[in-house]
């Protein structure tokens, strides 16, 4: 029991000491005073659009968990949805990563819904699956964009600011970190998760207009993820950036800083963005401050779940009252005991 505890509080540590670690490696040749500089100088407007587009995001990764729920028949109104999926957004920066975030929004759900967790849990890889379809599509234009562009000519003068092995290591203790919870769970907890999990995937797949209509979302996602960014960079830009050659790293700045390797992906965004971009000529203070902007939009908006989610508390014991006891279920065993 002693032994869990610790791995659990390994588990949770051990993000906060990669971030330091990243942020270490990222900030050492950077000079702060050029950085503060270029904060100073940056363009309010695009930093507005970045944040509006950011919580926009949020509509059609919604409506993307929103049809898998419909097929397993665990679907409430759309503003329930949306309002979860943006708490989960909350625990996804607090938890450090997809794995605690979208394990606690299905937690949520099925509590203010009245549905079993393991059940709800078990649509959010479904919803992560449709979302890797449109990420896969634009990324694939991006590439092609920037191949045709001539952004991959002169990767040899790639200037590695950080140490080659830097991203490995940080997916291997990703990796670490998610089989240390996945370790803390229940075995019981796990076997109801596997079995929903296979219900629901079949019903996906018997649905190709569910399909579609989750890789279109995820597209969607993907592009306003990578706007997000690139407005933010339009922000801080201190001279004219080659667009359709660095079109193609948007998409990976975007899942490496979605990995459950750091808090809310400070220092790996960083980290990559400084990577790719300094062989288009943008500068490091650019590279940095871009994303630290892009890492700002991300909390308050997750502030926002958070908001959301200490007022639902309020009302959260009622709902799952009235959930559970106008459940099918409920319904039955009352009519049962009349009938006796």
Not at 100 to 110: L, P, Q, R, S
Not at 133 to 140: D, I
Not at 272 to 298: E, H, M, N, R
Not at 311 to 320: P, S, V
Request: hydrophobic share 55%.
């Amino acid at each position: 029991m002693m032994f869990a505890k610790k791995r659990t509080i390994f588990a949770r540590l051990l993000p906060i000491l990669v971030t330091a670690g990243l942020l270490w490696a990222v900030f050492r040749g950077l000079k702060f005073g050029l950085l503060a500089e270029t904060f100073w100088n940056m363009e309010l407007v695009w930093c507005v659009a970045a944040l509006a587009l950011y919580g926009l995001l949020f509509v059609p990764a919604a409506w993307r968990w929103h049809l898998v729920l419909q097929l397993t028949g665990k679907a409430a109104s759309f503003g329930t949805t949306l309002r979860v999926s943006l708490i989960g957004h909350f625990f996804y920066t607090v938890l450090f990563g997809v794995i605690g975030g979208d394990a606690a929004k299905g937690i949520i759900y099925a509590r203010w819904r009245g549905f079993r967790p393991e059940e709800v849990v078990a649509t959010t890889p479904l919803d992560r699956f449709l979302g890797l379809g449109g990420s896969l599509v634009f990324g694939g234009l991006a590439f092609v964009i920037a191949a045709t562009a001539g952004a991959f000519d002169h990767l040899k003068s790639l200037s590695l600011h950080l140490p080659a092995y830097w991203i490995p290591v940080a997916i291997a203790i990703g990796g670490l970190i998610w089989v240390l919870a996945w370790r803390t769970g229940k075995l019981s907890v796990w076997r109801g998760f596997w079995s929903a999990f296979s219900n629901s995937a079949a019903a996906v797949a018997r649905s190709p207009r569910t399909l579609l209509q989750g890789f279109a979302c995820g597209l969607l996602v993907q592009m306003a993820l990578s706007g997000v960014l690139a407005l933010n960079l339009c922000a801080v830009a201190s001279g004219p950036v080659p667009w359709e050659k660095i079109l193609w790293t948007f998409p990976v700045i975007v899942v490496v800083s979605a990995l459950p390797v750091t808090v809310g992906g400070l220092g790996t965004r960083e980290g990559i963005a400084t990577l790719l971009w300094s062989a288009y000529g943008i500068p490091i203070a650019d590279a940095v401050a871009a994303s630290l902007l892009t890492l700002s939009g991300g909390l308050i908006w997750a502030a926002a779940g958070g908001l959301l989610l200490w007022k639902g508390r309020k009302t959260e014991r009622a709902d799952c009252w009235r959930a559970v006891w106008t459940s099918p279920l409920n319904q039955e065993k009352r009519l049962s005991a009349k009938s006796v």
